[in-house]
Structure formats: C-alpha cells, structure tokens
C-alpha cells in the first residue's frame, strides 16, 4: 500500500471508535491485564490476535474465546518474528484495526551500578524495542483502517527507578513512542493512545513487590494515594474504554492524575528527597549487598 496516495487531510472528527467487526491484535495477551482485555473486546464484537512467547497459554486463551480469535506464539524482542505475526493475523481475518502493544517484563532488583548488562538489555528489548518491533509491521494497516494504537507506559515512568531502572527507562521510552504516533498517525486519520498504571494487582507485581523482601520495604515507601492498586480487569477495561474514545491518554488509579500533570517540578523536590532519605539509603545498600 502507497500512503501516499491517502489523503493527507483526513481528521478524526467523532472520537467514538466501536470496535465490533474491528481485528484487534494483542500482546503479552496470554494472562494478566492482556488476557483480560482479550475478554473485554471480544465481548465487544471485534476479533482478537492474541500474541504471547507463551504459545500454549496464547492457545488457552483463544479457546477460552472460541470464535474470532487467533493464538500466536511470538517473542516481542523478535523482530521478524513480530512481521511474520502480523502478516499471518491479516492472512488469518483480512485486516487489522487496532494494536495493543502491552507485553513486558521487570527485571530483578538490582541498581545500575551492580546489574548485569545483559538483564539491562533484556527489559529494554521486551518493554521498548518489543513495542516497536509490535507497532512498526502493523503502521500501514493501521493507517488503510484509520485505526488506533494503544501502547502500555506506566506511572513508573513518572518517578525515579532506584532498584529498578531498566524498567522505568523503558516506560518513559513507551510514552515517547507513544506520543510521537499519536502526531504522526493524525494526518491520516488514525490515532495512538498511551496507557498509564500504577500498580496492577498481577504475577509480576506479586513476584517483584509481595514475595520479595526489599520489593516490600519499597513499595512502603508509597504514599497514599499512590499505593493504591488496581486490578487487572480494571486496567484492562481502561485500556479498551481508551481506544473506543481513541484517547490519547489514559491513567489509572486516578490519585497519579495529579502526579502525572505537575511531575515537572514534583520530580525536581522527588529526587533531592529520596537521595537525602535514610531509608532509601539503606535500602539501596542492601540491595547492593546482596548482589
């Protein structure tokens, strides 16, 4: 397809996206919020792609839909693996509308000073590069449908990563990525959204926060309203809520909406607290000693 031949003046003018009859491709969509969005949309009438490295649990999910669904065994951190997940969902339905581009990962607690280069790159080739690995095959179907984007950032991306920065890193990269669809996509009559959670009731939070000692002692240092979590259905029904609004922007829970639109001078007083609080001192001390 030649986008240059669409016309360039084409705009959104009515928000209201329905996705019944739309393809909607999904991934990391095998459990957790991904799983439950495949629920959310399929009972909204669109057909699902579900892509997930977990080829059997992807296979489990589109039988637990039945019709209108398709399960795709694919790594996000695999480029070509990603165009050949691509073509064979147009191949499979004849089109693709939507992209959710949801699948991540979060690395073991360690500072940058002490992590391996290797776990580093793993988060940054999943979080990030996997989103554009996801999103860029798809861009010219999305543009023919005048469809929608959705990618997955986090209200991490707001805040400092002690202990955990390849995972903000990437979730800031995701918003930018983001942002520049949503400019890009505008002159051809498609759109692009960024999601942003908190903390998600899900395996990953439970292994990284719950079931580990150190994750414990900093998710403490949350204050309310930021500790508040969610569950995964709800931001599954955020997300899918987002793209039939073709919102640009999406946050839940709604007590990081302050945080997210005053961060330029809330992260300023942030930073100099925690890097003068004793209590993440020794945290960051001990996680260092145990590397």
């Not at 240059?4 to 996206?17: E, F, M, S």
Request: hydrophobic content about 45%.
């Amino acid at each position: 397809m030649d986008i240059g031949q669409l016309n360039p003046l084409r705009r959104i003018t009515d928000p209201h996206y329905d996705v019944d009859g739309k393809t909607v491709l999904i991934t990391g969509a095998a459990q957790g919020i991904g799983r439950d969005l495949t629920t959310i949309l399929h009972r909204r009438g669109a057909s699902i792609a579900i892509i997930d490295i977990d080829d059997i649990g992807a296979q489990s999910a589109a039988t637990a839909l039945g019709s209108r669904s398709l399960a795709i065994g694919a790594n996000v951190a695999d480029r070509e693996g990603m165009a050949k997940a691509i073509t064979r969902t147009i191949e499979h339905f004849g089109r693709l509308d939507v992209v959710v581009a949801n699948a991540g990962v979060v690395p073991a607690p360690a500072t940058l000073r002490t992590m391996a280069g290797r776990d580093f790159d793993r988060v940054i080739d999943i979080n990030l590069t996997g989103v554009f690995n996801t999103v860029h095959p798809a861009l010219d179907h999305i543009v023919a449908a005048r469809g929608h984007v959705a990618v997955i950032s986090s209200c991490a991306a707001f805040a400092p990563g002690m202990g955990g920065a390849p995972y903000m890193i990437s979730k800031a990269g995701v918003e930018q990525l983001g942002r520049a669809l949503r400019v890009e996509l505008a002159p051809y009559g498609a759109t692009a959204g960024v999601s942003y959670f908190g903390i998600v009731d899900t395996e990953m939070t439970h292994a990284t926060l719950d079931r580990d000692d150190l994750g414990r002692e900093l998710d403490g240092l949350l204050p309310w309203p930021l500790n508040v979590r969610i569950t995964a259905s709800e931001a599954a029904r955020v997300i899918a809520d987002g793209i039939e609004r073709r919102a640009a922007r999406t946050i839940a829970p709604t007590g990081w909406e302050p945080y997210a639109l005053l961060r330029g001078n809330a992260n300023i007083a942030l930073d100099h607290r925690l890097a003068h609080d004793s209590r993440v001192a020794r945290l960051i001390r001990r996680l260092e000693s145990t590397q």
